[in-house]
């Protein structure tokens, strides 16, 4: 079956996927998708492959953060299934483009964004970018109520900008009396060393000492974290780093690699039936911790890479929405994009741009509350194909049109 895959590779990379199998020391499948954790060609680097059978692929190997390209490790996790009586068909068709693609819908409370998008995609990563102060994340927190009045349960939003507030609940309490807030509580402390030059960051958490209060609905969970490491590890995914010379590389930590159930992020979600997680943003602690330019891109493009793995493995096991809040770009471009390369847009399939507007005349001439939201990626609309006007009120967002 993989013969028919030969063409969409080189043959030294279809050979070499033969010697990457043996390395594979651990591969998790959760409804199609599986994720294999590959001990690299040279210690202690470990690659997260991952592929479902619609057809998407990604891993944190440099060859692919390159080329977004299909590579040898990919290939040997299907020859890994195939050695173990795992049918490949679907992924071998997903990968020729026949995956059966099925998309599950959340309508919002804006009509102008279901008629771009459809509605919140479940089991996919949707997007939110933009420039400061457009309202971004009182838009991410009416997502989330709208999640938790259409399907029920809790939403949780991870803060690392400190910039949910509380007071925004007013925005809403008029639509839903009954919202709350609850914190999270994780002790982690980042101890930082100096070994022979080189600056290593690591962590010192255990995964039980998470503390949060079990509510059954109405209830918006957040968890306040600006730095990467304890995101990471928040997820059941350690990923820790060494600065040498201005140059960053990553260092995994297989001893505190954990199931994404059981990571926790997801006993959270099981055990206060989270239906929408918002990041807030995760431009801001991946920015913090990469501020070395591009001689850092590879170890910045793989932190990304492994995390929104994990949030795709959230998506994928408990059928979620995940909305990444993003910035962006601030010149340099006939358009904004947003902050996060390849392996965001690799990721995210539903983005949408938001932006200021002035109207001259009518209602709302002069108002500075007006936005635009307008398609940035979509996968079946061209980017920046249609719009759609909103206005923040004292309501949240409502539509113009």
């Known amino acids: 079956m993989l013969d028919k895959l030969q063409h969409l590779v080189s043959p030294r990379v279809f050979k070499r996927s033969e010697e990457v199998v043996p390395r594979i020391f651990k591969l998790e499948i959760i409804n199609g998708r599986v994720t294999a ?15 479902d059978q ?5 891993c944190s190997c440099q060859g692919f953060l390159s080329h ?7 290939f040997a996790i299907l020859r890994k299934l195939d050695e173990d009586g795992v049918d490949i068909t679907p992924y071998v068709k997903g990968l020729l483009g026949f995956g059966d693609e099925k998309m599950e819908v959340v ?11 459809g509605g919140l995609h479940k089991g996919r990563i949707n997007a939110i970018y933009g420039k400061p102060e457009m309202g971004k994340s009182i838009l991410d927190m009416q997502f989330a109520i709208d999640t938790m009045e259409a399907e029920g349960g809790n939403s949780l939003l991870i803060d690392t900008e400190g910039g949910i507030e509380v007071g925004w609940l007013k925005y809403f309490l008029k639509r839903n009396p009954n919202l709350s807030i609850e914190r999270i509580v994780w002790p982690v402390e980042e101890i930082v060393k100096e070994r022979g030059g080189a600056i290593e960051k690591r962590l010192l958490f255990n995964y039980g000492d998470v503390e949060y209060k079990k509510t059954k609905k109405n209830t918006i969970y957040i968890w306040e974290c600006r730095t990467l490491l304890p995101i990471l590890a928040f997820h059941g995914r350690p990923l820790y780093f060494k600065e040498s010379g201005g140059v960053i590389e990553p260092i995994d930590e297989v001893s505190h690699l954990t199931s994404i159930s059981d990571s926790p992020i997801g006993k959270l979600v099981k055990d206060c039936e989270i239906k929408y997680i918002g990041y807030d943003s995760i431009s801001l602690p991946v920015e913090s911790e990469f501020t ?24 994928d096991k408990f059928n979620l929405i995940a909305m990444l809040v993003i910035h962006a770009t601030q010149g340099g471009f006939s358009k904004p994009i947003p902050v996060g ?7 995210a399939k539903f983005v949408v741009y938001i932006s200021s507007i002035t109207k001259r005349s009518g209602k709302w001439a002069g108002s500075k509350s007006l936005r635009k939201l307008e398609i940035y990626r979509h996968q079946f609309k061209e980017a920046w194909s249609e719009s759609a006007e909103v206005a923040i009120t004292d309501n949240g967002f409502i539509d113009l049109n």
């Open 54 to 58: 619609n057809g998407n692929y990604f």
């Open 107 to 117: 309508k919002t409370s804006l009509e102008g964004y279901n008629r771009l998008f």
């Open 341 to 347: 390369g390849k392996a965001l847009l690799h990721n």
């Open 292 to 315: 070395g330019g591009q001689s850092n891109w590879r170890t910045r493009a793989k932190a990304e890479f492994v995390l929104l793995n994990r949030t795709q493995q959230l998506l």
């Open 37 to 51: 954790y590959i001990r690299g060609s040279r210690e202690p680097e470990i690659h997260t492959a991952s592929i």
């Open 68 to 74: 977004c390209k299909i590579c040898s490790h990919l």
